[in-house]
Nanobody
Framework: QVQLAESGGGLVQAGGSLRLSCAASGRTFSSGTMGWFRQAPGKEREFVATMRSGSTYYTDSVKGRFTISRDNAKNMVYLQMNSLKPEDTAVYYC????????????????WGQGTQVTVSA
């Protein structure tokens, strides 16, 4: 059984920073794909960032502000979020797949429970 657990969310002012963490247990994903998604109230869950074998990809709205990284030895994935904007407010989800890197949420097999990020104006 694979489990993903996010942490690090909270309330921050616009322009501030947060670092989200995702702890994976049950199996290792050192060779797999890890991703971050987010869901704002009343909206669909959307892709934010993905990482596989050192290669990363971001949605346009976070490029230059967010950075995805991983520590395989600790089975951890991180999302460093800088220059936060009110429109970044959402529940952020960590996801994993043994497949190739993808922005499509349907290809991710494992999901965390989410962590709330609120950015005030």
């Amino acid at each position: 059984q694979v489990q993903l657990a996010e942490s690090g969310g909270g309330l921050v002012q616009a322009g501030g920073s947060l670092r989200l963490s995702c702890a994976a247990s049950g199996r290792t994903f050192s060779s797999g794909t890890m991703g971050w998604f987010r869901q704002a109230p009343g909206k669909e869950r959307e892709f934010v960032a993905t990482m596989r074998s050192g290669s990363t990809y971001y949605t346009d709205s976070v490029k230059g502000r967010f950075t995805i990284s991983r520590d395989n030895a600790k089975n951890m994935v991180y999302l460093q979020m800088n220059s936060l904007k009110p429109e970044d407010t959402a529940v952020y989800y960590c996801a994993a797949t043994v497949g190739t890197a993808t922005i499509l949420r349907k290809h991710y097999n494992y999901w965390g429970q989410g962590t709330q990020v609120t950015v005030s104006a």
